[in-house]
């Protein structure tokens, strides 16, 4: 299995664009979470999913950021408008359920200007 | 205050020695897993555990639930162990509390 895979791999955006950022989990897998890190913040849970159903979206820092599970391997984290503070490294992991060991994708470094 | 406290925050040591990275908790949990991030950012999961202790290779986790207290220890410390160390805690509400890391040196 590939494990984790995460796209683009490196994303650098002007301020006010669209990024969207792309994972697709582990064949099998049936819970995807999405991470946000920074120096200054560590990591952070932003959303999971169990069976492609939103279960805790707390982290997820505010209106510009959503998150939809369009199939049960897929997954988008959407960033509208993007803004210089959202630059981070965005890290999309699944696991078998949301209880067990989860798998990590190697990071989106996204970069805004 | 942090409901994950990790320490120490940064660990030099010498190849060969046993080392300790410390987590204490402040939420009930279901779990707590600790994870290791390489230099060059990839996260590899260690070890969930939600009681006793567990063994992978040179890498042993315990925790104690009473005191809410978990342990990552390595014996026999290599180089390719230089990484950050960080305990996640998944309260019972299936929220995730992240510890800051601890970042370890491991010098030849």
């Known amino acids: 299995d590939a494990g984790v895979i995460q796209s683009p791999r490196h994303e650098v955006t002007e301020m006010g664009q669209e990024v969207t950022l792309r994972c697709k989990l582990i064949?099998?897998?049936?819970?995807l979470f999405w991470y946000r890190q920074t120096m200054m913040r560590g990591l952070e849970l932003l959303i999971y999913?169990?069976?492609?159903?939103?279960?805790?979206d707390s982290g997820m820092p505010e209106d510009r950021f959503s998150a939809k599970m369009p199939n049960a391997s897929f997954s988008t984290l959407k960033i509208q408008p993007s803004e210089p503070r959202d630059s981070a490294v965005y890290f999309c992991?699944?696991?078998?359920?949301?209880?067990?060991?989860?798998?990590f994708g190697p990071g989106t470094r996204l970069t805004v200007l | 205050k942090n409901e994950v406290e990790q320490s120490p925050q940064n660990l030099t040591a010498q190849e060969g020695e046993f080392i300790t990275i410390n987590c204490s908790y402040s939420?009930?949990?279901?779990?707590l897993h600790w994870l290791q991030q390489h230099p060059g950012g990839g996260i590899v999961s260690l070890f969930m555990?939600?009681?006793g202790k567990k063994k992978h290779g040179r890498l042993i986790a315990t925790i104690n639930i009473q005191e809410k207290h978990s342990s990552l220890h390595i014996t026999a410390s290599h180089p390719r162990d230089s990484a950050v160390y960080i305990c996640?805690?998944?309260?019972?509400?299936?929220?995730?509390?992240f510890g800051t890391g601890t970042s370890l040196t491991v010098i030849p």
């Open positions: 064949s099998g897998h049936n819970s």
């Open positions: 555990l939600s009681s």
């Open positions: 996640a805690a998944l309260n019972t509400g299936n929220q995730f509390y």
């Open positions: 992991a699944s696991s078998l359920s949301g209880r067990n060991e989860q798998f």
């Open positions: 999913f169990n069976n492609n159903v939103p279960i805790d």
């Open positions: 939420v009930g949990i279901s779990a």
